[in-house]
Each structure stands twice: as structure tokens, then as C-alpha cells.
């Protein structure tokens, strides 16, 4: 009798896979049905069963195997085909079905230890609650919740750009090589950092915001 796997077990949850590239690749490649659907049916010799996994996929990453690269206090020694074998193991499709990629540098110790500043929870949770109820009004007609479940007809009606943010997302996809399905995640992360910002309109630098997040489908070793 199959039984749910770990990204069932995730069902409406987080399912956070720490060192990505550690991962067997098929195992990882097996996640990118699922996190299009969010169910995963798994099949038997004698009958197949479906569980729902409906989760929300968190991965970290080094930059390079030592994990120096790009880290001003340390030299990384990893020559480019070792760090091309680690990336590789991660592939293109999958990493397209991330919506959002952020590089985070190490914190130097006196900001460690320091006072904390910037947004804290509670207003960010405000931000949060309040971009959830734009979007519930959004698609009150509609089985879609959230900005990220857009129907290609719904990111037409709710994703319209003036012509200079189309320019912006035309040269974006262009020079950095996107996929159709990384168009469509710019326009809908572009649509909910327009909801944070109270803004009706996608403007100019939202897409910019949005194209930032893509920049593992970038020369990363650059
Ligand atoms: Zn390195």
C-alpha cells in the first residue's frame, strides 16, 4: 500500500529542502508535477493512489561546493566545471517552477549581534493580510485564491503593463534567455509586489522587482 511521502506530509505547509543540489536529481525532478497541481499520484503494480501535496517549496543552496564564492572574507578555489557540476544537479525546469531566487550573503558579526532593525512581523503580517484581501476580491468570481493560481486568461485580465513596463519585461526575458512558464511567474510575482505596494497598476519597477527574483536562470558564475 503506497503511504504519503514528505511532500504530502507538506500538504498546506512548508516543505524546506536545506543544500538542494545534496539531493538525489531524480528525487527533485519527481517535485515538479506536484508543485504545478498540488497532488502527486503514485503508482503501484496493481493500482495507483493520489495524495494531495499542496506545499510550498523552500530550498537553500551554497553558491559553490565550498560554499565561499562571492564571499568577500573567504577565497573560493572551486574551478568553473565544479561549480557547473554542482549547479547541474539542479535542473533548468525545476528551478523554473521557483517563483522567487534570492542570493543572501553572509551577515558580517557586528550586524549579528546589534540592534535588529528594518520591518518586523507584525507589519509585515499587516502588508501580507492586506495584499491577501485585494486578491480575494480579486477573484471572488473565480475558483483561483491567490495571484500565484492565475489561469493564463486571468493573468491577461489582471497582469495588463503600460507600454514601457512590457518594454522592460520583453528585454528582460530576451537577454537572460526565460522560459514562457518564467514569464508568466514574473508577471504574477510583479502582480502580487503591485499588491503589497496598494498599487492597481503593475508599474516599471515592479517587473524590475519580479525579473531580480529569476536570477538563478542567470550566468550565475558571472
Ligand atoms: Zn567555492
Redo the contacts with the bound molecule.
Sequence with gaps: MPTPGEISLSHNGILFLDELPEFNRQTLEVLRQPLEDGHVTISRALNSTTFPANFVLVASLNP??????NDPRRE???TIPQ?ERYMARISGPLLDRIDLHIEVPAVPFKELSGPHDGTSSATMRGQVMAARAVQLNRFQNSSTRQNAQMTTREIRAHCRLSDASMNLLRTSIQEMGLSARAHDKILKVARTIADLASSETILSEHIAEAVQYRNMDRNWWG
Design positions: 559553490c561546493p565550498c560554499g565561499y564564492r573560493c578555489h572551486c561549480i
